[in-house]
């Protein structure tokens, strides 16, 4: 059975239902074999990354940034789970299997930095883009919460033992 490890910071009852979408797209009956193990940013560790054969990441955008939760994450996680930096300490190409993530980011009013800052990060992990990112300005719709389901099922199925 493959693991599918969804890590978010849901403060807001806007991203708690986007996490909640994403999640139950994880458990969607099409798909069998996948085992989803979801954590809050600031419990999620570097043996969760680990164990994980694909990852669901969900923030906030902050000030054009990502949450502090998931930079926490990050921060804890980066080298154990195999992030690589050059010489200069700027990301660098991480080598080894790429396994998939997706991401949805919720902001007030712009997801740019945010989405900039996660992907900036994960470049250097040994991860790789397996959906478009899911960006949503403003109150939750019922179209954003079905891409969320999209979005969940979409990595689910990616893992899922051949």
């Given at each position: ?20 979408a ?24 570097a ?13 906030t ?102």
């Open positions: 059975m493959t693991t599918l490890l969804v890590v978010h910071h849901s403060p807001t009852s806007s991203v708690r239902a986007l996490t909640d994403v999640v139950a797209g994880t458990h969607d009956d099409e798909i069998q074999g996948v085992t989803v193990v979801v954590r809050p940013a600031l419990e999620a560790t043996e969760d990354v680990l164990a994980a054969d694909g990852y669901l990441l969900g923030t955008a902050n000030f054009g940034y990502m949450s502090g939760a998931l930079k926490h994450f990050f921060d804890t996680i980066f080298l154990e789970a195999g992030g690589a930096l050059s010489d200069d300490g700027s990301a660098g190409g991480a080598g080894g299997g790429k396994k998939p993530f997706g991401l949805w980011v919720h902001g007030r009013y712009d997801t740019t930095g945010a989405v900039r800052s996660v992907l900036s990060i994960v470049q250097a992990l040994p991860w790789r883009q397996a959906a478009e990112t899911l960006e949503v300005i403003g109150d939750v719709t019922d179209a954003h919460t079905e891409a969320a389901y999209e979005l969940g099922g979409t990595l689910a199925a990616l893992v899922v033992e051949p």
